[in-house]
């Protein structure tokens, strides 16, 4: 580490990242009395949420699994809040905890000092160094921008997903979206009801099911039916709800994993789609599906099949990665292939040597709430031993 930094000794937990988990985690800590600092790369908190997300967001699970801990959403919230409300809670949650990063404060290095027992972490001219590190840098920290033959060829528009906000500027355009998860499923149906001739590249199979079955949120039923059920059932009964309610999706281009969605889940981490309705445009043939590319040329795309077509722009909706092992210098808790905890949930929050993550339990808001909760109960033990140890110290000596 470099010496030329002033260092600054902190009592309590360093917590790195101001999205919902980094929040969350300092709003426990503080009910427990826990002292905290809060570093973010950014100088907004939940940039996230606030910088690099479309305009017609909205929660894509219900309300009451994306609440913080400690405190609930306003009572007149929909049941899928939209973005600007989901901001909002998130204000109002870091002034009712007082919870106050300090921003523009991006960590570059972050190690555990064994000789002392203590961390060192580096950010701005600081080097901080304190007793226990929380990461909550997030699993959606970097685009992800893949390397496609041909890419920097294209003389159209080139954008991801963390910069698009809405369709209307592509009105009458042909646009490619690139990629089927949840973003790019949204983004094509955002596309479509601005005018746009949308393709959208399924490269992989998929699960795709309805946001709600009978009127109750697919995921919801998933949750209840699965204190009762083993997950082979409860996939079985998923599938056939959708196969009653959208029909065969192959016929569409769009073929399903041979193990069920929330089995594949749990195995692989691959979140299912929710459809909002761009199954339906699917459908109608309003969104066309398209094979992977093959290579980008300079006025569109050339497809696995042969096939070429032209188009205005191209949206990479290939999603995100987590940048963990680009500054935090630890090899046995986070896999230095993904920068994910090696071990999953539920026992993904806690490493060796006061190291903790929040929010890398690829179960969303409801998963980072429940590492929030499990941390700030730990440090808060650990802390109290170390306070009274400390207060007799002073005491007797
Ligand atoms: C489009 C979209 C919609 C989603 N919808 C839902 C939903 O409906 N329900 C749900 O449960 N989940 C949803 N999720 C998933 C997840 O809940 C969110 O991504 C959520 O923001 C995760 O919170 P986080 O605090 O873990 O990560 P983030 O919100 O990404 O926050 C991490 C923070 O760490 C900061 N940071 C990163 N590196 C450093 C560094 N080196 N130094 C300092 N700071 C750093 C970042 O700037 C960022 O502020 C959605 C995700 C996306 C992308």
Known sequence: MTSNLKQVWFPGPLIVGAGPSGIATAACLKERGVPYLILEKETCLAPSWKLRTYERLKLHLPKQYCELPLMAFPPEFP????????????????????????????????????????????????????????????????????????I???????????CYMKGDGHRGEKVLVVGSGN????????LCDNDAKVSMVVRDKLHILPRELLGISTFGMSMALLKWLPVKAVDALLLFGTRLLLGDTEKYGIKRPAIGPLELKSAAGKTPVLDIGTFAKIKSGQIKVVPDINQFTSKGAEFVDGEHEEFDSIILATGYKSNVTSWLKEEEFFGEKDGFP?????????????LYAAGFTRRGLLGASMDACKIAEDIANLYGAVDIRHKLNTITS
């Open 342 to 354: 090696r071990t999953s949930f539920p026992n993904s929050w806690r490493g060796k040597n006061g």
């Open 152 to 162: 920097s060829r294209f003389r159209g528009q080139l954008l991801h997903t963390s």
């Open 183 to 190: 973003s790019g499923m949204e983004v094509a149906l955002d």
């Open 79 to 150: 049941t899928y809040p939209t973005k600007q409300q989901f901001i909002s809670y998130l204000d109002a949650y870091v002034e009712r905890f007082a919870v106050k990063p300090l921003f523009d404060m991006a960590v570059r290095v972050a190690e555990y000092d064994a000789s002392i027992r203590f961390w060192r972490v580096e950010a701005g001219d600081l080097e901080f160094i304190c007793r226990w590190l929380i990461v909550a840098t997030g699993e959606n920290a970097e685009v992800v921008w893949p390397e496609i033959r041909g």
